[in-house]
Nanobody, 121 residues
Framework: QVQLVESGGGSVQAGESLRLSCAAS????????MGWYRQAPTNERDLVAN???????EYSTAVRGRFTISRDSAKNTVFLQMNNLQTEDTGIYFC???????????????WGQGTQVTVSS
């Protein structure tokens, strides 16, 4: 059974920083891409940042230059360093990962439980 557990959310003032972590655990053969998504008021999850198994990164236009995604493949963990946070960054951040679990020959998308980030002016 595969699980993603996030940590690191909180409440900060605009201009401050937070670091999110997401650790995958369970019977895992391989983790392909891992990413962070922010839930919009419409409940849609918009991509914030993504990192491939080869550490190729992509970012949304809104966060490029302020956020940095990284991963520790040995620990099945992905991080999101968020600097110069703005009020519009407020939301629930979800970790998502494309994972091949033991006993199957294809990958599945797994999600964490979400962590709240609140930025006040």
């Amino acid at each position: 059974q595969v699980q993603l557990v996030e940590s690191g959310g909180g409440s900060v003032q605009a201009g401050e920083s937070l670091r999110l972590s997401c650790a995958a655990s369970g019977d895992i053969i391989k983790i392909n891409h891992m990413g962070w998504y922010r839930q919009a008021p419409t409940n849609e999850r918009d991509l914030v940042a993504n990192i491939s198994s080869g550490s190729i990164t992509e970012y949304s236009t809104a966060v490029r230059g302020r956020f940095t995604i990284s991963r520790d493949s040995a620990k099945n963990t992905v991080f999101l360093q968020m600097n110069n946070l703005q009020t519009e960054d407020t939301g629930i951040y979800f970790c998502g990962a494309d994972i091949i679990p033991w006993g199957v020959s294809r990958s599945y998308e797994y999600w964490g439980q979400g962590t709240q980030v609140t930025v006040s002016s």
